[in-house]
């Protein structure tokens, strides 16, 4: 076996089933675009290789973690280009995740395996559609372009990974401004409601500790990996993204499995939509209201 030190690039599309359940043969040709006409040109411009592809999912190799993170960088912002031009619903946002580590090369085919990309792989799960993920070890490697910056993400218990793997973000400068918590309305936010069946649920949020997270607060069913948990099998393991612009209080899915909506519209993966008072937020089959406390 041959193995060598190589900076991984996995990435995956967000809601990728859904797209192809509403329109399967548009959501192919889309996907097929983005592979040849934006993956293969960045990937090869940052001198890495497209080891292959899987469905939804794309491999690439690089020399460098400085190279692997400007290539995925370059391709989310081409992917944003090539956005433009579609319908919400059709919008391809792919997580990206970046992991600097051994792998195993097949010498037939020049395939590559072992911890290193499954860690890769890992990371990508916890990336924001239309966002790149990295461990530790890439970024501590790794200058960024000055329009951009890391985001610590914490540490994060991975699917069949042992230890925990410390996370960041990877976010243009713009929207990591911590807006100051002076300009907060000093209120208390209690979102609670039930699902079909009854069960209620409620969670409390302080504006002043919303504005003290710039990357927001993520509100799922898992514990470990959410700030606001909503534990109902319908909510995602990590289902939207409360944040602060501004005053402005806003909710992004994060490529739920059953969907985010505010008074009954929907909010497509990576899309923010406006909350105030009395509004109705629904996550997957529970739907919370808006009150302040």
Same mark, same amino acid.
């Given at each position: 076996m041959q193995r060598r030190l190589a900076a991984i690039v996995h990435a995956d599309l967000a809601g990728f089933t859904r797209m192809m359940e509403g329109a399967e043969s548009r959501t192919f040709r889309? +996907?097929?675009t983005a592979q040849i006409?934006?993956?293969? &040109? !960045?990937i090869e411009a940052g001198g890495g290789r497209l080891v292959g592809t899987a469905g939804d999912a794309m491999l690439a190799e690089f020399k460098s973690a400085v190279a692997a993170?400007?290539?995925?960088i370059d391709i989310q912002e081409r992917m944003a280009r090539f956005n433009e031009s579609l319908d *919400?619903? $059709?919008?391809? +946002?792919?997580?990206i995740g970046v992991h600097l580590g051994e792998v195993i090369v097949d010498e037939e085919d020049e395939n590559i395996f072992g911890d290193g990309v499954n860690l890769a792989a890992r990371i990508q799960?916890? !990336?924001e559609p239309g966002g790149i993920a990295v461990s530790r070890a890439v970024r501590d490697m790794t200058e960024l372009r000055i329009d951009y910056a890391f985001i610590d993400g914490g540490e994060h218990r991975l699917k069949n990974v042992s230890r925990p793997m410390h996370v960041f973000h990877v976010? $243009? !400068?713009?929207?990591?401004?911590t807006p100051t918590a002076q300009s907060m309305p000093p209120a208390r936010l209690r979102f609670q409601g039930a699902d079909s069946s009854g069960v209620t649920y409620?969670?409390?949020l302080s504006l002043d500790r919303l504005a003290a997270a710039p990357g927001g607060l993520v509100i799922g069913r898992a514990a470990g990996q959410c700030e606001l948990v909503v534990s109902h099998a319908t909510v995602s393991r990590r289902h939207a993204r409360l944040v602060l612009a501004g005053e402005a209080l806003q909710v992004e899915d994060l490529g739920s499995t059953n969907g985010t909506s505010v008074n009954d519209k929907a909010a &497509?993966?990576?899309?923010?939509? !406006?909350?105030? +008072?009395? *509004?109705?937020?629904?996550?997957? *089959?529970v739907t919370l209201s808006i009150r302040q406390v």
């Open positions: 889309h +996907l097929k006409d934006i993956w293969r &040109p !960045a993170v400007g290539a995925a *919400d619903s $059709q919008r391809m +946002l792919f997580r799960g916890v !990336a976010r $243009q !400068a713009a929207r990591t401004s409620e969670f409390e &497509p993966a990576g899309t923010r939509l !406006a909350l105030r +008072l009395g *509004d109705r937020l629904r996550l997957g *089959d």
